[in-house]
C-alpha cells in the first residue's frame, strides 16, 4: 500500500509541473469548442457503455501499478464515452469529483494566459489524466481539458477511484495528499524562468518530457509517436515561435535531436547529458558569485 501512494499522488498532481509553464505563455494558441457568445460547446458523446475485461486498462502507463482485481473492478466501475477531435473533455466546473482515464487518442490540457488567449501547457497521453491545480485566490486559469485526436475517455466517480486504488476514503486521500505534496504549486507559479533555466535547457526539458509520454524506442533513440510542431513547443516553453525553432535547429546540429521526415527522434542520455553539463556549470557560477561576495 505504501509503495502506490506515491505513484497515485504523481498521476493525480502531474498538474503541478504545469504551473512552471503558465507565467510564459505568450502567444495565442488556436480557440477551441467556444460558440460566438463564449460559451462552452462541449461535443456530442456516443451513449456511455461499460467496458468489459481490463484489456485497455492493463498497458495504461500510469496506473499499470493497479493489480488484476483493482483493474477489473475500475474496469466495471468506467463510463465510456467518444469526445471527436477538437471536443472537451471536462473543464475545472464538471472535474472536481470525477477522475478520467484516456484509453486512447490524444487530449491537451489548456488554460487563459495572461493576455486571454488560450494556451497549451500540458499534453497528455492515454492513461489517467491529471486533475487540475487547486484554486489560486485571485487568479482563475479555466483550465480545460480537450481531444487533440478522436478520444475514447473512461469517467469514474472520484470516491470510487480512490477506494478501488487504495481502499480509503477520497476525503481521507485528500487530507493525505494536501499534507504530502503541501502547496508547491504556489511555489511554482512564483518561479522564473522554468527554475532558472534558459530557454535551450526549457526546451529540452520539453522534449524529455514528451519522449517520456509519447515516444517509442528507435534504433536512433526515442521516436515521438506525436508531431512535435514548432508552435506548440514554443507554448509550452514560453517563448516564441522563431527562437524556439532556432534553438531546435542548434539542439540537431549538436545531434541531441534527429529529424525524419516530420518525426522527431530524441536522443535522451546526450539532452540529459547537456542539461546535467548546464545545471552544473551554473552551480560553480553561484558559488563562485557566493565566495566573491
Not at 505563455?25 to 460559451?39: I, V
Not at 460547446?41 to 483493482?70: D, F, H
Not at 534504433?219 to 534553438?247: F, N, Q
Request: glycine share 6%.
Amino acid at each position: 500500500m505504501a509503495s502506490l501512494i506515491p505513484t497515485l499522488l504523481r498521476c493525480m498532481f502531474q498538474r503541478h509541473s504545469a504551473l512552471m509553464r503558465i507565467g510564459y505563455m505568450e502567444h495565442q494558441a488556436r480557440r477551441t469548442g467556444a460558440t460566438p457568445s463564449g460559451e462552452l460547446c462541449y461535443i456530442e458523446v456516443m451513449r456511455p457503455v461499460r467496458i468489459s475485461g481490463v484489456r485497455k486498462l492493463r498497458g495504461l502507463k500510469n496506473i499499470s501499478w493497479l493489480t488484476a482485481r483493482q483493474l477489473n473492478r475500475l474496469a466495471d466501475a468506467l463510463t465510456m464515452n467518444r469526445v471527436e477531435k477538437r471536443g472537451i473533455i471536462f473543464d475545472e466546473k464538471h472535474s472536481p469529483e470525477s477522475a478520467y482515464v484516456l484509453l486512447s487518442g490524444v487530449a491537451r490540457i489548456t488554460c487563459r494566459n495572461r493576455k486571454g488567449d488560450r494556451a497549451l501547457v500540458i499534453m497528455v497521453a492515454p492513461g489517467m489524466i491529471p486533475g487540475f491545480p487547486p484554486p489560486v485566490a485571485g487568479i482563475s486559469y479555466n483550465f480545460r481539458c480537450e481531444a487533440v485526436t478522436e478520444c475514447q475517455i473512461g469517467a469514474v466517480d472520484l470516491a470510487t477511484f480512490i477506494e478501488i486504488a487504495l481502499g480509503i476514503a477520497s476525503t481521507d486521500f485528500k487530507r493525505m495528499a494536501a499534507s504530502y505534496s503541501g502547496r508547491w504549486d504556489l511555489v511554482q507559479l512564483r518561479c522564473a524562468n522554468f527554475m532558472s533555466c534558459t530557454l535551450e535547457e526549457r526546451v529540452a526539458l520539453i522534449l524529455l518530457e514528451l519522449a517520456d509520454n509519447f515516444g517509442v524506442p528507435d534504433r536512433l533513440g526515442v521516436r515521438l509517436t506525436v508531431p512535435a510542431r514548432h508552435k506548440d513547443l514554443a507554448e509550452l516553453v514560453g517563448a516564441s515561435r522563431p527562437r524556439v525553432t532556432e534553438y531546435l535547429a542548434l539542439l540537431e546540429r549538436d545531434h541531441m535531436i534527429i529529424r525524419e521526415g516530420r518525426q522527431l527522434i530524441v536522443r535522451r542520455e546526450r539532452l540529459e547529458s547537456f542539461l546535467a553539463q548546464g545545471h552544473s556549470s551554473a552551480n560553480r557560477r553561484y558559488l563562485e558569485e557566493t565566495l566573491a561576495s
